[in-house]
Structure formats: structure tokens, C-alpha cells
């Protein structure tokens, strides 16, 4: 059952150690992904329990259900987006829970598997991480929007120093032929964007990062989540969020330093805690994400 999960989850240790994990508590894994933090959670506390929480139905189908088999009665499985936590809270008649993990990253699962996300495979430019939640693909935005929108959409989500030349690339390009894969969007941009010897990513990956960013709603569905999780934490409940991009770490960090303000949240990390070298070497995912940890009062 192990070698399904070849998706490595990071920070496993710095997860382990700011949740702490006790008998007899109940987790809440709103990210569930492939299963690597929920299998390590239940793993490190034999007597506790985890609530495991994805809006991508086929990961909790495919990795959910060996980890159920594995752990009876210890895990539960619930479909569903984040963001909507306090209506799933309310359906699942969940009153309170002892600690949250949430990582916002992108698994390599789904870069591979997902129809859009990633710049090396040829498919269709979707970029939903659950169809069933979000109605947009990539190519219509692509297609619908302004010219200053998409600029925007590159500029403030995916951080792309060309994203003026890649916009205007994009509206003149759509009026001959309508861009409808990743390849006809990466080589697009592979012409509009210099080519830099010392930059190892490709060139289009700012402008996917955005895209699926901007499809998904993963700023705003960020910002939900936070003010659900802290309703239904105990007193001296965990609530333990990673991130892998500068906006998302950003508005976690602002959250926590609001509630913190008002006598909410006690923050446990007094600076982000990043991976160590050692395990970007094992994990390259890891390089970017940034954990940071707080206590309901």
C-alpha cells in the first residue's frame, strides 16, 4: 500500500512537532492531497484521530481509501474545498478539533495527472483542481480577458517580469487561433520571453503558476479558511500552515499576526520556518515551502 505514495510531503518533522499530535485528539488534515501528512500524523500518535478534507475527490478515492483500510476507525475522509469549512464543519456535525494542518502547495501528483498544470505535458489548458467546484478553465480566461487583466493576472500571481509582453503576445495570438493547450501557451511565451541561461525553470512557469492560482481562487480560498479554522479549534488547538508562494505566506502571516492583536492566536513560530538543506536534497518540492505555526487561546 506504501508505494502509492510517491508524492513526498514536506516538512513532515517541523508538521509533527508544531501540531503535537496527542491521545485521544482529533486532527483535521483540510489538504489531504496524497496522504503523507495524515499517514505521518496517525503514525506518530497511535491513539488519535484525523479527519481528512480534498476537494479532489479522485486523490481521496485513489490514496484515501488504502490509508482508511490501514487506519479503521482513526480516519475519516471528507470531500470538500477549504475554503467551505464552516459548512463542511456544520454537515460532518464537527464541533471542535484539537489542531488543522493545511498545505497550500500544489502536489507533483497533480502537476502530472491534472490536465493543464503542467508546462511539459501537452494537454488541455483546464487547470482546475476540482471541475466540480470551479466552472473557469485556463483557456477561457486566456480567452475572455482584457489584455490589462491578463498583465495583472501575471503580474500580481505569478510574479512575471514579462507579463506586459506575454499579454499582448496572448490577445494578438487568440485572434488568429485560440490558445487551448499548454503547448501553444508555452511556446508562446518561450517567443515573447528572453531566453536567460542562468534561470533554470522554463519560461512559462510564472505565467501556469498564475493561471492556476487565478482559476482556482487559491488567494481567497486561503483567507475563508483562516477564519473557519479558528472558530472550530480548542483552546490550545494548532492550527499549522504551509506555503509555497510569497502571497500565500503572506496572508497566513498577517493572519496570524491580526489574531494574535486581538487575543486569539498565540504565534508559534516567531520567523518562518523553511526546510533544511537536507531534505531539499531528498525533495526539491520543499525548497520553496514556508511553515508557520499558532495556538488558539
Known amino acids: 500500500m506504501d508505494k502509492l505514495f510517491y508524492h513526498k510531503p514536506v516538512l513532515v518533522n517541523e508538521v509533527l512537532h508544531y501540531l503535537d499530535p496527542q491521545p485521544e485528539k482529533i486532527y483535521l488534515d483540510v489538504t489531504f492531497g496524497t496522504g503523507g501528512h495524515t499517514k505521518a500524523i496517525l503514525e506518530r500518535e497511535p491513539r488519535c484521530k484525523v479527519i481528512a478534507l480534498d476537494w479532489d ?24 474545498n ?14 471542535a478539533v484539537d489542531g488543522i494542518l493545511a498545505d497550500f502547495g500544489t502536489s507533483q501528483i497533480q502537476i502530472k495527472e491534472r490536465p493543464g498544470f503542467s508546462v511539459y505535458a501537452d494537454t488541455i489548458l483546464d487547470m482546475r483542481m476540482s471541475p466540480a467546484h470551479q466552472k473557469i478553465t485556463a483557456a477561457q480566461v486566456l480567452q475572455d480577458s482584457s489584455e490589462e487583466k491578463l ?12 507579463a506586459r509582453q506575454i499579454a499582448r503576445a496572448i490577445v494578438l495570438g487568440r485572434k488568429k487561433k485560440k490558445i487551448k493547450t499548454t503547448r501553444q501557451l508555452a511556446d508562446l ?4 520571453v528572453p531566453k536567460n541561461r542562468k534561470q533554470k525553470i522554463h519560461p512559462a512557469t510564472r505565467v501556469f503558476q498564475a493561471l492556476r492560482i487565478y482559476v482556482n481562487k487559491e488567494l481567497e480560498n486561503i483567507t475563508s479558511f483562516l477564519s473557519s479554522a479558528c472558530k472550530v479549534l480548542t483552546p490550545s488547538g494548532r492550527l499549522v500552515c504551509i506555503s509555497f508562494h510569497s502571497l500565500e505566506d503572506r496572508i497566513v502571516k498577517r493572519f496570524f499576526k ?21 531534505e531539499v536534497k531528498i525533495n526539491p518540492s520543499a525548497r520553496s515551502a514556508k511553515l508557520r505555526a499558532a495556538e488558539r487561546l
Do not use: C, M
Not at 475527490?57 to 470538500?80: A, I, N, T
Not at 498583465?151 to 514579462?162: K, V, Y
Not at 491580526?258 to 537536507?278: H, P, R, Y
Open 151 to 162: 498583465r495583472e493576472i501575471f503580474w500580481q500571481l505569478g510574479e512575471e517580469n514579462h
Open 82 to 95: 477549504f475554503a467551505l469549512l464552516y459548512k463542511i464543519i456544520k454537515k460532518e456535525k464537527i464541533v
Open 258 to 278: 491580526e489574531k494574535s492583536n486581538e487575543g486569539i492566536l498565540k504565534v508559534l513560530t516567531e520567523t518562518v520556518i523553511l526546510a533544511s538543506d537536507q
Open 57 to 80: 475527490s479522485v486523490s481521496l478515492e485513489k490514496y484515501g481509501q488504502p490509508l482508511v483500510e490501514r487506519f479503521p476507525s482513526r480516519l475519516k475522509l471528507v470531500w470538500g
Open 189 to 192: 511565451i518561450e517567443r515573447v
